[in-house]
């Protein structure tokens, strides 16, 4: 049986990455990953996330959907038409399964995330 886990515990080493230059608009982001609980090998993901200011292009596959929550800064995700939606300290999203278009950190930002990432549905 897994540990309760509670987010004001300390969270995990983060691990860095950036986005891959063929993705990136400009010059790739520094991000840091802490994944606080993971399940079905990997399928859902629970952690907190931070990333300096950047873009880069995103597109999801059918399986993977997202759910996040800001805690500081300010992002932007612009969709394939360019229907853009802004996110600040305490917004909520879900980025659907299938998404394409540019994730786009406009202030230095933290925020929360569940992953349900279901390769091959």
Known sequence: ?????????????????????????????????????????????????????????????????????VISGRLRIIDSTGEAREFGPGDAGIIPAGFVGTFEVLEHVTKRYVMLDRQGQ
Do not use: K, N
């Open 1 to 69: 049986m897994s540990a309760l886990i509670h987010f004001s515990d300390p969270a995990p080493a983060p691990v860095e990455d950036r986005p891959a230059p063929e993705r990136s608009v400009g010059t790739p982001p520094r991000r840091l990953t802490a994944e606080r609980y993971y399940a079905d090998d990997g399928a859902l993901s629970m952690g907190d996330w931070t990333c300096e200011p950047g873009a880069w292009r995103i597109a999801f596959h059918p399986g993977r959907h997202e759910f996040f929550q």
